[in-house]
């Protein structure tokens, strides 16, 4: 198996793709991909692709449609760096708070005057924080690192409203039994002194951040935004902050029209800088890529079911369609076989396993298929 890299990426991870795979940053006609935050574009996605695996839980960088249309599966890494991501935010929270780069960069300046202690102590008054113990936080999204943020918050003695329509049983059951859950956005921007995001990008949460928001929030609101840069309208923002409308905006991706506001705080996309949670991602993606081209296992895939069950059978036929495939199936009477038909957004993904190699040819004349691959233990 030929797998192009694109980005850096963790010697911990490729080294889970040493037997039987040939890794490069050069292959043209790759079978896998993985990538960080490469710009994937349709034309990098070569006939021979059959999967791309994100080191990173994001996947705007990778044109998820078009490879949804050529049969391309593609998977993220999710919770792979959320503590990281968590640290990072609760950094943010405090820098904003205690005014903690405000004051440090006012001591450089005076460094070399000679009554500096004198100087320190008359200055001090200027840089008065608040604490955050007490205060209410909104976390807007309560996905891997929205759950990992308002524990952690929690933990620190602030109230914690979290805002999600719907919560995963499995998240849900890792959540604080003191954090308030709402699925009313008023709720969250009338009650919280600081509100943190943590939803994906898409078309319906662009802008999520907008004047309208704004207006609705506490005076003196603190907003934190760790997820993605394009959720919060930039120019409403900087109105914001130059009428001291919000106290604060700290961002991982900052703009050259926020650089230098009073009252912004921009980090350069260091949510995931840690050598602990790319090492992670890597694993995870090398891991999500492998068992894929192996086995067919699609858990963690963005445009596929997930389907989790080990190959067990001598052969395993995966395919992917826009139309259920069992009532074809069932006209082959196939002998002694299992089969697996699971659907998401419209995409059925049908596993047939078998020991039975003539089997084979006639499940290839089925119609209506994507894609097709036949794995071999």
Known sequence: MNIRTYNKIAPEGLKLLREGYEVSDKTEDPNGIILRS???????????????????????????AKCTERGIAVFNTPGANSNAVKELVICGLLLASRKVLEA???????????????????????????????????????????IEVANALNGLGMKVIGYNRTLKPELRETLNDNIQLTSDLNEVYTNS?????????????????????????????????????????????????????????VTDFPTKNLIGLRNFIGLPHLGASTYEAEENCAIMAANNLRNYLEEGITINTVNLPAFAKKMDREYRICLISKTELLSQINELNLKDVDITSLEKNGIFYTVIDTDNEDEINTINDIKGVIRIRTLVK
């Open 104 to 146: 440090s960069q006012w001591l450089e300046w005076v460094a070399e005057e000679n009554d500096l202690q004198t100087r320190i102590e008359n200055s001090k008054k200027n840089y008065t924080g608040h604490e955050i113990k007490g205060k209410t936080v909104g976390v807007i999204g309560m996905g891997n690192i929205g």
């Open 38 to 64: 490469h710009e994937l574009t349709e034309s990098e996605l070569p006939e021979s692709l059959q999967v791309v695996s994100r080191a990173g839980i994001g996947v705007n960088n990778i044109p998820v």
């Open 193 to 249: 002194d600081y509100i943190t995001l943590h939803i994906p990008l898409t078309e319906s949460t662009r802008n999520f951040i907008n004047a309208d928001a704004i207006n609705k929030m506490k005076e003196n609101v603190l907003i934190l935004n760790f997820a993605r840069g394009e959720l919060v309208n930039e120019n409403d923002i900087r109105d914001a902050l130059s009428n001291s409308r919000i106290a604060c905006y």
